[in-house]
């Protein structure tokens, strides 16, 4: 995420400091989450997109079209599972229950525990 955040800088003309104000975030925690040593937290995301003008998965550098999980990775029942989740946050989404944004922040909160439970299936 941090070249992300480094290139949508360049791209804009802006200076850290610029934008670390229009986030409301410090100019040190801007350059921290640009080097990729700090986690970027949903409202600063939000604030970073609506800033560059860009959707969230690519200030988060999140690439929706390439599947990261893979079959072969953790066999049909992982795949279907995940597979269900991603229809229930789709479907919440879709009918206005839960924001793109709160859906984001759920895969993203998740994304340990999918981590932990590929190692211990790929450990076998």
């Known amino acids: 995420m941090g070249n992300n955040l480094r290139e949508y ?21 801007y350059y921290e989450l640009e080097k990729g040593t ?10 970073l997109s609506k ?6 998965d690519s200030i988060a550098g999140v ?9 072969e990775m953790i066999g049909k029942e992982g ?15 879709s009918k206005g229950i839960i924001t793109e944004e709160e859906k ?6 998740k994304k340990g525990d999918l981590e932990y439970l590929l190692y211990k299936k790929l450990k076998r």
């Open 9 to 29: 800088r360049k791209k804009s003309g802006l200076t850290a400091a610029a934008i670390a104000e229009a986030a409301n975030i410090s100019t040190t925690y």
């Open 38 to 47: 700090k986690r970027l937290n949903i409202e600063t995301l939000e604030s």
């Open 51 to 56: 800033l560059f003008g860009a959707s969230i």
């Open 63 to 71: 690439d929706i079209t390439k599947p990261v999980i893979s079959e």
């Open 79 to 93: 795949m279907s599972l995940l597979e269900e989740i991603a229809a229930g946050l789709n479907e919440a989404a």
């Open 104 to 109: 984001v922040r759920f895969l993203q909160d």
